[in-house]
């Protein structure tokens, strides 16, 4: 049974449910890779100063979308740019629910269904159901929420990717989507997270992912075809040795698409990457990873495949801080250039690619 929504689902942080020692994203403590933590050395403000700044922050937020998003359309119209450096800057963690369903879409697609979700849930069956309940414990298994078996935040995850599953029985269910999902559900409703779900595999704003998940995973080739000749174009001495070692795409990009980057990155730039996919689409995703690649070139061209491997996938604490990396990345221009490569693949593919 899907969970009933309250009048705070969408608007409330993270779900914490464990006395356990966890940070302020409900990830255990001792599992330091996704911890905000990491960066707290990098914090030069004093505590109270950096409150102040977060709750002047909220107010103006609060303020820009109305009481339940009523004012964000309007908002919107009339002052894009603003509300573009906003979201770029990072959504305050209180209102991120919120906010991504009224950036993606979902919030009017959830609407204009009432009782589907539940009707998916409850009524209909999946052909993926065995693969979704082995993969769900991992899924985020250091966060609280997800960690008991069978417990609320597993039962959650399996609802949304099983009623996803039969809502479109072309994607049906594969392993990717359970972070993403996962993700999802750490700010909103069971309810509102399978239409989130949907906004984006769909395209209710922008091009749709499911292309992802179709077999033979075609959207990913395009992906990795074009990051492929955006490092050898804005980052050459680095594409180069990428030819010299062999190393291509596929080896360390995959789940940067798939996942949009919630699978193995710090939380906290997991959370700012989102803020702004929502809102731009998946160019973000390449100016991130681009700007990851260009942060540690200078270590990268020095080493041979193995380590080169090893190093792609475990990239140094200081390029995973988002306020060092995202002013990187919102640096590089790739729009034009992406859209010449997406022609390109579809000429050498000969057909086009279905997102």
């Not at 969970?3 to 449910?17: F, Q, W």
């Not at 922008?206 to 033979?216: D, K, Q, S, V």
Request: glycine share 6%; charged share 25%; proline share 6%.
């Amino acid at each position: 049974m899907s969970r009933k929504r309250t009048e705070n689902d969408s608007v409330s942080g993270p779900v914490v449910t464990s006395h356990a020692p966890v940070d302020r994203f409900g990830f255990l403590k001792q599992e330091h890779g996704n911890s905000p933590e990491r960066f707290s050395k990098t914090r030069t403000t004093s505590s109270t100063d950096h409150d102040n700044r977060e709750e002047r922050k909220v107010r103006k937020w609060r303020k820009m979308i109305g009481v339940g998003g009523s004012d964000w359309k309007h908002y919107v119209r009339r002052k894009p740019n603003i509300v573009k450096r906003r979201i770029r800057k990072g959504i305050p963690d209180c209102l991120r629910g919120l906010v991504w369903q009224l950036i993606s879409g979902s919030r009017d697609l959830l609407l204009m269904n009432p009782g589907v979700y539940e009707q998916l849930v409850i009524y209909e069956t999946s052909a993926s159901e065995l693969d979704i309940i082995r993969d769900i414990s991992r899924t985020f298994p250091s966060h609280v929420f997800f960690q008991k078996r069978h417990g609320p935040g597993q039962r959650s995850l399996y609802n949304v990717l099983k009623a996803y599953s039969v809502y479109d029985r072309d994607v049906g269910y594969v392993q990717g989507m359970g972070f993403i999902a996962g993700l999802l559900l750490l700010y909103m409703s069971e309810e509102d997270a399978f239409w989130l779900l949907v906004a984006l595999l769909k395209g209710a704003v922008h091009a749709p992912m499911e292309g992802l998940y179709h077999a033979g995973l075609p959207l990913v080739q395009q992906y990795l075809f074009q990051l492929e000749s955006l490092v050898k174009e804005l980052i050459p001495k680095l594409g180069e040795h990428f030819t010299e070692e062999m190393i291509n795409p596929s080896m360390y990009a995959s789940q940067w698409f798939i996942t949009v980057f919630s699978y193995s990155f710090p939380f906290p730039l997991a959370l700012r990457i989102w803020d702004v996919f929502l809102s731009e689409g998946v160019k973000i995703v390449f100016k991130v990873g681009l700007a990851l690649l260009k942060y540690c070139q200078d270590e990268l061209v020095k080493l041979p495949f193995e380590k080169l491997i090893h190093a792609l996938k475990q990239f140094p604490e200081d390029a995973m801080n988002p306020d060092t990396l995202l002013p990187l990345a919102y640096s590089i221009k790739v729009s034009k250039r992406l859209e010449e490569l997406k022609l390109d693949y579809e000429k050498t593919n000969a057909k086009p690619v279905q997102p």
